[in-house]
Structures are given as structure tokens and as C-alpha cells.
């Protein structure tokens, strides 16, 4: 927003006091001490706005009186530091606001500072020190089990509308980058913009403006986790056997655009596995992974994995013997894992549809496309490394993360 329209609409808000969508207070300190608002209570009242429709709470106003009582210049970072606090420590899963140093003219004309912090409409349930507040009118209030239940119910997966396809209220349409919704449009006579909304990137939120989509921030803009802080791949490669600190030779965490975690997720196990060769009829390269059933794998990860559990990432773990393949969320619908090679259940429709639009380019793979619509990842994932290894990969579920296990290939010493 326009620093000049800030200040205007502040100065404003203030006059006609509390409501809704704002909240003020007033900063107390005792020497170097803040005596309030207390952390707790701002990380409720944070809570409380991302749990409703969003709204600001602004610090150094009185909130009876409506005079602005500004922060010394020498308290601002100790008071920032209590809001970071409050928004990280006491608040399941944390918060990210927006915050601004605002200065504002009291009733004498005299320039105040204060902290302006925007909360938007969250896209979870945030649970503060240990209870659920939403704003009604003027006040948070703590929400009653039913409420709590049906708000859990709207803001997850079983809500009718996907939760790929809410508006990430904080992101704008122009953190959507050019290059990248370019690659997912097609070439005809309509309008990106429309196409854009027709594909569902660019969808209207509550607050009656455009956003990107969470699906739109995970194919279209240049780092998802601005948004959504775990929606990257973590990969991890050991030297033995088991998961041990001391014994890991790579590590990297692969973030961006969803389709390039796919590529970038490959290279580090390309560069990670042994290659041995036969040699008694020419080379023979033998790789330890099939780069075709690894593609699938992370593909289907990508694609399938549920984005609505905060705190969780896609795990890509490579021991001496296997690679781990860690994804978020429960099956989707009745699926079981003894269902997976014969049935097909697409958790992220929208996001299979986006993948499918993105085009490969990797010596490696024989395709054109980043994802198919035929249901042959798991039959490919399963055959490919069958042959390789000499041993099926298996799926488990373990809690709520659906396992993927593929055996390294162990040429015999005779034929290499």
C-alpha cells in the first residue's frame, strides 16, 4: 500500500475506533521494560484476525481514548522483537505478518511512531497459547468446539472448494512471474489474464480482490514458501546405511516452482548414486536408481502430496542400500497403499492438471510432458526398479506420510 494512503486511512480507522478488521494498543513501558500488551496477549489477537478475515493491529494507540501515543524511537526494536515473539513462539502454526513503522500526528500535530501490523487471512487454523480465538465485532473471541469445528472443516480438504484453489490472501497478482505462467498458458487468441483465471491461477479471495491460488503460488511464482513455508523438497544423502548427522555427504533443500523442485530433486540423486558398468560387451552403464521411476516418483509427490498440513515437507532421503521417498498426507479418498498400482485418486486435481502442461527436458526421459493423465507413475515406479534391483519398492503409510522405499541396484562383483 501507498505510504500517503496508509497514513491517511490509519488516521481515519483511528477516529472511528475499533471494529472487526481493527485492533489498537497502547505500548507501556517501565524503564527498559514493556509492561504491555503482554506477548500472549498479542500473539491472541494475532490469531484471532488470521483465524476471521484478517485485519491490522496497531501498536502506540490508545484504544479508549483513540489518541496516538506513539513508541519512543529506543523501545521500536525491543517492541518489534516482542511481536516476532508472540507470532513465532506462541502461535500453532506460526504467523508471518507484515510489519511498518508509520508515523502518525497526535491531537497537537506532533509526528508519532507507531507499528502497524497486517495480518491476513490464514489459509490454517492457528491455535494461540493453547486456544482458538476469532475476532467478532471489536474483541477476539475464543471459538466454541462447534464453531472450531466447522471453521477446521471449511479450511481443510473436505471444504467444496480444494484447498489448491483458495486465494493466498497475502500474495498479489504481480508475485505471479511471467516466464512461469507463460509455460502453463497456451498459444491462442485469449487474453494470459483470462487464461490465468480460467486455469484457476488467478482466483477471487474473500475480500472481493484477485490472488494467486495456493496452486498458483506453487507453479507460478520463483520461491512457494514466501506463502506456503513448506512446500520444498528436503534431500539429504548418507553414507551408511542409517540416519546419522556425522555420516551425511550431501545435503540440499529444492525449492521454487514445483515442476522445477522435480528436476532439481533428480540431479541430486543423479549426482549422489553409484554408477557401475559392465565391460565385457562394450559399457554398460548400471545406475543404483532408475532416473524414469525416480521421475515418476517425484512427480506423484509433488503433485499428490497434502499442502494443507503446515509443518510438513516432501523427504527425499538416499541411504547406501535405498532412497526414501517421504510424502505428506493420507491417501486420498478410499485409497489404500495395496490400491495404489490399480487405481487411480488425485488428491491436487488442479495441480495435475498444471503439471501436465509442463514440459520435460531431461536426456534421461523419453516424454514431452511433466505429467501424464494415464495412471502409469506407480506401474512404471514398481517395474523400472523391479528390473534395476532386483527387488519390489514398497509403499507403506507412516502417520500421516505416505513412504516410498526404492532398493539400490547391487551389481554382482563378476560382472561389472
Not at 90 to 95: C, D, G, S, T, V
Not at 108 to 120: F, P
Not at 217 to 222: C, G, K
Not at 391 to 410: F, K, S, V
Request: hydrophobic share 40%; glycine share 6%.
Amino acid at each position: 500500500m501507498n505510504r500517503e494512503k496508509l497514513v491517511k486511512d490509519l488516521i481515519y480507522q483511528i477516529r472511528l475506533g475499533e471494529d472487526s478488521r481493527f485492533e489498537y494498543k497502547d505500548v507501556h513501558m517501565q524503564g527498559n521494560v514493556i509492561k504491555g500488551p503482554s506477548q500472549k496477549d498479542l500473539a491472541d489477537e494475532m490469531a484471532a484476525f488470521a483465524n476471521t478475515k484478517g485485519g491490522s493491529l496497531t501498536l502506540g494507540v490508545n484504544d479508549k481514548t483513540r489518541d496516538i501515543t506513539g513508541i519512543a524511537q529506543e523501545h521500536i526494536e525491543q517492541v518489534q522483537q516482542l511481536v516476532t515473539r508472540a507470532s513465532q513462539d506462541n502461535i500453532e502454526p506460526p504467523l508471518q505478518p507484515f510489519v511498518q513503522l508509520v508515523e502518525l500526528p497526535n491531537r497537537d500535530g506532533e509526528l508519532r511512531i507507531v507499528i502497524h501490523i497486517q495480518i491476513d487471512r490464514s489459509l490454517f487454523v492457528h491455535k494461540s497459547n493453547g486456544r482458538y480465538y476469532h475476532r467478532v465485532n471489536e474483541s477476539k473471541k475464543e471459538m466454541a468446539p462447534d464453531f472450531l469445528h466447522r471453521l477446521m472443516m471449511q479450511r481443510s480438504q473436505a471444504r467444496l472448494i480444494r484447498f489448491e484453489e483458495q486465494a493466498v490472501m497475502g500474495a498479489a497478482i504481480g508475485d505471479l512471474d511471467a516466464s512461469l505462467t507463460e509455460k502453463l498458458t497456451l498459444s491462442n487468441n485469449q487474453p494470459v489474464g483470462l487464461q490465468l483465471r480460467k486455469l484457476k491461477i488467478i482466483v477471487k479471495g474473500e475480500d472481493g480482490n484477485e490472488h494467486p491460488s495456493v496452486a498458483g503460488v506453487l507453479m507460478a511464482t520463483r520461491d512457494p514458501r514466501l506463502w506456503l513455508p513448506n512446500a520444498y523438497i528436503q534431500c539429504v544423502a548418507y553414507r551408511g546405511e542409517t540416519r546419522d548427522a556425522n555420516d551425511q555427504i550431501d545435503a540440499q533443500d529444492i525449492t521454487g516452482p514445483l515442476d522445477q523442485q522435480v528436476l532439481q530433486a533428480l540431479a541430486f540423486v543423479e549426482r549422489n548414486m553409484k554408477t557401475a558398468a559392465k565391460k565385457n560387451v562394450g559399457r554398460e552403464d548400471l545406475p543404483q536408481y532408475s532416473i524414469k521411476a525416480l521421475f515418476e516418483a517425484l512427480v506423484n509427490a509433488v503433485a499428490h502430496r497434502d499442502y494443507a498440513i503446515y509443518g510438513a515437507k516432501i523427504r527425499l532421503h538416499m541411504f547406501n542400500d535405498r532412497l526414501e521417498l517421504a510424502s505428506p498426507g493420507a491417501l486420498a479418498n478410499t485409497m489404500e497403499v495395496d490400491d495404489l498400482e490399480m487405481r487411480q485418486s488425485c488428491r491436487n486435481e488442479l495441480l495435475a492438471s498444471l503439471l501436465a502442461r509442463c514440459t520435460v527436458q531431461h536426456a534421461g526421459l523419453a516424454r514431452a510432458l511433466m505429467m501424464d493423465k494415464r495412471g502409469e507413475g506407480v506401474p512404471i515406479i514398481l517395474n523400472e526398479s523391479e528390473t534395476l534391483s532386483g527387488q519390489r519398492p514398497d509403499y507403506q503409510m507412516a502417520g500421516e506420510e505416505l513412504m516410498l522405499t526404492i532398493y539400490a541396484a547391487n551389481p554382482k562383483t563378476d560382472d561389472r
